[in-house]
């Protein structure tokens, strides 16, 4: 969405804005989204000056870890093929715990 600070975001239903902020540094934009996940919605988005007014619709998730631990995995292996001078790869083994692994009898 190429948010930035100061930006203001309005939540649309209908053609209407539903809900008007002003995203702040700190600020979650997930209290915007509530209750919307797996719903397609339409944010109004523009700078505080009203400059660069543009509509994008989305469909909220309902939970972002898988996309975080996307995110992690791919970070690492940057950091390893930048350390190593790709000579080295990342190897990402998912949930290599008792729970993970099947029992082979």
């Known amino acids: 969405m ?27 934009i997930q209290r915007l989204l509530e209750g919307t996940a797996g719903h ?20 909220p998730i309902r939970s972002e870890a898988a996309l975080r631990n996307s995110e992690w995995i791919e970070d690492n292996q940057r950091k390893v ?8 790869a990342y190897v990402y083994l998912p949930d290599t715990g008792a729970g993970g ?3 082979r009898g």
């Open 2 to 28: 190429e948010l930035k600070t100061g930006d203001v975001v309005m939540l649309k239903s209908g053609g209407q804005p539903l809900t008007v902020a002003e995203v702040k540094g700190d600020d979650d």
């Open 81 to 88: 093929d930048k350390l190593s001078g790709g000579k080295l």
């Open 40 to 59: 397609a919605i339409t944010l109004h988005v523009a700078s505080s000056s009203g400059a660069n007014a543009r509509d994008i619709t989305v469909i």
């Open 101 to 103: 692994s099947p029992q």
